[in-house]
């Protein structure tokens, strides 16, 4: 069963998932999917968009319009996203709203930004106060304005060392044509059930 604060504002024809909790003033609209087990926090807005199942959106995070989130993405506090490339006050845009896509397990940062029409990669980790301007790969380390890749990431969040094996896991990784791929899964008790 889903959990709405008496604050909060959810549309008729919103889908909350099961065991997911909106906080504090956020408004869900019309149309929005949330999946299962996920937490939308306090003064977060949600557009007509989907977000999967264990999605965690902290405090103040506005998905607008044009952006899905895959299963367990983190949005961090104050993390902006837009939908339009080119924004005047005067020029209705809502015809051109450029599609944005997290991908499975990535985290945003406390206040980074994403400008549309992006795909970050699966399990990447964009670094508070980034500035996102192009794809970012799977697994990619993004910190900067604009984010430049500093790294690797694993699935279980830690900073990948040179020899690309998870101190916390036991993940291995290749490097693959400018991107990473797992070669080998370590301890995966240490992750958090991925098949549901």
Known sequence: MSFVHETAVVDPGAHIGADTKIWHFAHVMKGAWIGDRGSVGQGCYIGNVRIGHGCRIQN?????????????????????????????????????????????????????????????????????????????????????????????VCRCGETLPANLVCARCGDVYLEDHGGLAVAMEGNESQLVTRER
């Open 60 to 152: 103040h995070v506005s998905v607008f319009d044009g952006v899905t989130l895959e299963d367990d993405v983190f949005l961090g506090p104050c993390c902006v996203f837009t939908n339009v490339k080119h924004p005047r006050a005067h020029v209705a845009r809502k015809d051109s709203f450029e599609r944005t896509l997290v991908c499975r397990g990535a985290s945003i940062g406390a206040n980074a930004t994403v400008v549309c029409g992006v795909t970050i990669g699966e399990y990447a980790l964009i670094g508070a106060g980034s500035v996102v301007t192009h794809d970012v790969a799977p697994f990619a380390l993004i910190t900067g304005t604009p984010g430049q890749r500093v790294g690797w």
